[in-house]
């Protein structure tokens, strides 16, 4: 991978870039065991395979997700992440 | 090539000497499982046959052995770590290495070259005066030098790299070592193997069995073997292994990169590393700069390796030493680091009974292959780990009891 679509800005040098790591739901806090927020302070998956990343365009200051196999490098899509409805 | 000596090269009565025996077919059932014969795994099965009289070992390489991390990594063995649980168990592994020649009787072109970690910045110096006193109190030498004795030490040393981040001092450190990195495989594997453990090459472990929380055996291309005890020392597979028992753990595997100069006549006796350079350098007896850099930026399970990394190593060694931008990189490669977040290793047991881990070895594995045979050997011996390895073990991270150790990391990551 040397070249990365951006949502926003299109096609990128991947220099312009940043891996923020793997998409991961937060355990409600409140509710789970410790153990439970232990494992999703340090925990990971790290076996191989097709993974949701977040990734950053640093120029645009654009968080958004991409789909990458982590053995080939292959990015299938990126997409911004759907905003979240707010409860007011 | 001469002819006598060709005479030798076809002759049956002169075989070429094997360092092994060449197992084929494994047997039904070993006591011990040893899933990766890099030299992590080969020294946990030496030592458990040396010291405890446990023979019956297997150890599984998929590939060759000696072909994974142990073979890609830049050599360097030091113990200037900056927590005294992680300088105390480094320096155990410097005091076996210096024997190990002769122990193993082999050359491992163990070579004594003194290291500095040079530092550009005041907030540097502030790591390595740290590192000095922790190492200090531990009783391994190590303590920081100012700009005319690195200079002294290194000559061609530019002390201002090209103006770019000009040298304030180093943390010098007295052990800091080379050897050669496949001998050091090739020595346990032939004391393992003279000592009756088996070494399996093109065997891959495809399963393992865990019943009632207890492993049982494991499937293989290779066939079945089953066995109560199984060390997994697969560095950046381990993802994969930890996947086949549903053991969670912190690991994450990120390629690291390390390339080699065409040869020279030695003049780089010494080991210098800088953190903000994100270099590390020595050159090996045949002569090559042996050269790495810092972690590739995101997760990949891959070996290959990028002209971005070598373009970015090459413009810091060249501030560093301006005359080598003639000389020509020959060689590149990777290798999978299997990271954790406190830069310390997991080592011991696991939640299921039986399944050993000897993991997490990041970019600091090939300096911890003795120490990490002999406390793995230990654990599986006598089912629990020495004092030494205490502080790596895996549940660590739920107990929030993390051995921060990314200070002495060699590069910054």
Redesign the interface.
Known sequence: MKLLQCPVNGIRPL?EF??GG?FRTMPDPDSCTD?QW??Y????????GY?K?WWYHMPSGTWFIAERN????KVSRTYLFPKREVAV | MPLRLLKYAISREHPAPRFFRDCVEPKKTYDVVIIGGGGHGLAAAYYLAKDYGITNVAVLEKGYIGGGNTGRNTTIIRSNYLTPEGVKFYDASVKIYEGLSEELDLNLFYSNRGHFTLAHTESAMRTMRWRAEVNKHVGVESYVVGPEEISKACPQLDISCSGQAPILGALYHAPGSVARHDGVAWGYARGADQLGVEIFQNTEVTRIDVKGGKVCGVQTNNGYISTNKVLSAVAGF???I??MVDL??????HPLQACVTEPMKPWLDTILVSGSLHVYVSQSSRGELVMGSSLD??????T?SSL?FVEGLTSHITDMFPFLSNVKVVRQWAGMA?LT?DFAPIMGKTPIEGFYLDAGWGTWGFKATPISGKTMAETIAKDMAPDLIKSFRLSR??D?ELTGEKGAASVGH
């Open positions: 220099s940043s891996y793997e153990q232990a494992a302070v340090h925990y990971r998956s790290g076996a191989p993974k990343e982590t053995i080939t490098d | 381990t993802p994969r930890t996947q969670q753990t912190p690991i994450v595997i930026p995101y997760e990949m399970h891959s290959r971005d299997d977040p991270f739920e929030y």
